[in-house]
C-alpha cells in the first residue's frame, strides 16, 4: 500500500540522496548502515523489560532509522545510476535478516507475553508474526521469478509492518500489551497479504494461459 508513494517520498529525499552521495556513501554501504541499525533495535527490544520501557522508544528510533536507510538506498542507487543485480539481492537479503531479528528480540524479551493472552501464547504470536513476514517476502521473490509483478500488492508489505510496529512500540511505552496487539495485528495482515499475493499470481498466470491458448 505505502509503495505506491515511493515516487513522492523519493522526491520529498532527493536533498538527502545528494548528502548521501557528497559523504561518498554508496547503495550497499546505506543497506550495510541500515542492517546494523535494525540489529540495534532487535537488541534493544530484547532488553526491554517491564520496567524498562522506555527502550520502546529507542529500538523504533532505530528502527526508523534502519527503514530510512532501507528507502535511501535505492533513491542513491537510482538517482546516480549505480543500481546493480548483486545491489538488489545484497539490500533485500539484509531486509530479511533485519525483519527476522526485530521479532526475535521481541520474542527473547517476551514483550508479547504482557497481553491478555500471557507468555506461551505471546510467543506464538510474534513466532507467527515472523514466519508470516518472511511469507509475504518470500511470495513476492517466488512471483518475480516466473515473471508476475508483486509490488504493492497486499495489505501489509513492509513498510506498512514496520509502520504498525512502531506505532505499537511507542504506545507500548505508555501500556505494554500494546505491543504484543501490534504484532499480532501484523500477523494477521502477513497472512491476508500472502493469501492476497497468491491470488494474485493464479490470476496473472492464468491470463498468461489464455492469453497463450487464443494465439496457439
Not at 515511493?6 to 541500515?34: C, D, F, R, V
Not at 527473547?108 to 504482557?114: K, Y
Request: glycine share 8%.
Amino acid at each position: 500500500m505505502l509503495t505506491q508513494f515511493k515516487k513522492k517520498i523519493q522526491e520529498m529525499l532527493q536533498t538527502e540522496a545528494k548528502i548521501a552521495h557528497k559523504l561518498g556513501l554508496t547503495p550497499n554501504s546505506i543497506s550495510a548502515i541500515g542492517f546494523i541499525l535494525a540489529i540495534a533495535s532487535a537488541v534493544t527490544y530484547a532488553l526491554t523489560t517491564q520496567g524498562s520501557s522506555w527502550l520502546l522508544l529507542l529500538a523504533t528510533f532505530f528502527m526508523l532509522a534502519s527503514g530510512f536507510c532501507d528507502t535511501m538506498d535505492g533513491i542513491v542507487a537510482r538517482t546516480y545510476q549505480q543500481t546493480t543485480a548483486f545491489g538488489g539481492f545484497f539490500d533485500s537479503v539484509l531486509d530479511r535478516f533485519a525483519d527476522g531479528a526485530s521479532y526475535a528480540g521481541i520474542i527473547v524479551a517476551g514483550l508479547c507475553g504482557f497481553a491478555f493472552w500471557g507468555a506461551y501464547w505471546g510467543t506464538i504470536v510474534a513466532l507467527s508474526a515472523l514466519v508470516a513476514s518472511m511469507l509475504v517476502s518470500y511470495t513476492r521473490a517466488r512471483a518475480e521469478v516466473i515473471g508476475v509483478k508483486m509490488e504493492s500488492v497486499g495489505i501489509a508489505e513492509r513498510a506498512e509492518r514496520m509502520l504498525i510496529l512502531a506505532v505499537a512500540s511507542i504506545i507500548g511505552f505508555f501500556w505494554l500489551p500494546a505491543l504484543g496487539y501490534g504484532v499480532a495485528l501484523i500477523a494477521a495482515l502477513s497472512v491476508v497479504t500472502v493469501l492476497q499475493r497468491v491470488l494474485h499470481v493464479y490470476r496473472e498466470l492464468k491470463k498468461e494461459k489464455a492469453a497463450i491458448a487464443k494465439t496457439a
